[in-house]
Structure formats: C-alpha cells, structure tokens
C-alpha cells in the first residue's frame, strides 16, 4: 500500500487549491493505472478495472461506492459487462486535487 | 405497468433483428422518458434518474443490476452523486432489440 492509499482526504472547499502541474506530476507514478482525462475542461482521474462478468464489475463497484461514502468523496462509476470505470475529480473545484489522486491509491487497494 | 414492462426478453442471437425506425416510433411513447442516442454508431435507449445523494443512486443502480442478471441483459449503468444514468443496448447485434425497449420499461418500474 503506498503513503498515498493511508492518507485520508481533507475536508475541500470551494476554494481549495487544485494541483499545480508539477504536484500532478510527482503524485501519477503513484498511481500509474490511472490517466488524465479531460471533460468539460475539467481534469480528472480515470481507471478502468476488468472483471469475469457483469456481477463482480457491480461488486467492485459497490466497494467503490463504500469507500467513497466513509470519505464523503464520490466519484463517477460507470458498471458495464465485464469492467467497471472509476473517475475521481473534484466537482467544488472544477479539477483535481490532492483528495483525487487519494482516492484513486486507495480505490487500487479495494 | 405497460404491456412491455410485463414482457420477458427473448434470447438474443447475433442474427437476431433490429428494430426498425418504423417499430421503434410505435414503442417509443410507451418509454416517454428515454432518450434514443448514437455512441459510436450504435443506438441505445438512455435515461438518467435523480436521487438525494450518492447512496441512494448506487442502491438503483444494484436493483437495475438485479434485474440485468435475472434477464441475462445487461445495461451499462452511470452512477454519480445524486444520479443514476441507464444506457440500454444489444451489444450483439450493435443496435436496439425489442428487449432493451422491454428493459427500459421494466427499469422504469423499479
């Protein structure tokens, strides 16, 4: 489990500050599944997991969605036949921050 | 309940029929809140319901997911904080069947 995956998040405001380029940069390799996607102009965090059927993709979602809930951080899951798609960002802010790339370690460990 | 939503999904083969422009109008009034919308190429029936929170969202989804599995037909399923996106499609055949307008009825029940 890295450093990241046992941190917790901090409450975020809307005037948290988001992740400067070069925090991003030094925070990724941390999570090396996750990329950088672009929606709306918003930055988020994007992985996609792959299971045996339908049912382990909602499982694993479920999960997702406990962890999300004990941090009051959620994020969007997307459950399809065979994979489950997980994105973090933060919507106060409009993009990433600290909190994101926490959920993203920890979301690796479930 | 609409007659469709009492209805059961036959087993879908890859040669099974889409449904025509002309079939999909006549079905279309009795699903009034689902969109028809093109991802890549391929038609699906999509309709986002709204929810209080994140919890009450995921506990759709897992009843729509239920539902999925008893019929052996599964959506994709969009959960963020607050709603619940289902897209219904027949992967098999890249288009709509009478059994994803018969889902999106049933899902409407749920």
Do not use: Y
Request: glycine share 2%.
């Amino acid at each position: 489990m890295s450093d990241l995956a046992e941190s917790s998040c901090e409450a975020c405001r809307v005037d948290a500050p988001r992740l400067s380029a070069e925090e991003l940069q030094n925070l990724l390799p941390q999570i090396p599944e996750w990329q950088v996607i672009e929606k709306d102009d918003v930055p988020q965090l994007q992985r996609q997991f792959t299971f045996r059927n339908f049912v382990d993709a909602m499982s694993f979602a479920n999960k997702v969605a406990e962890l999300a809930e004990a941090e009051d951080h959620h994020p969007a899951i997307l459950v399809e036949w065979g994979k489950t798609t997980v994105t973090w960002w933060t919507h106060k802010i409009k993009g990433l921050h600290r909190n994101d790339v926490i959920m993203a370690a920890r979301t690796d460990t479930l």
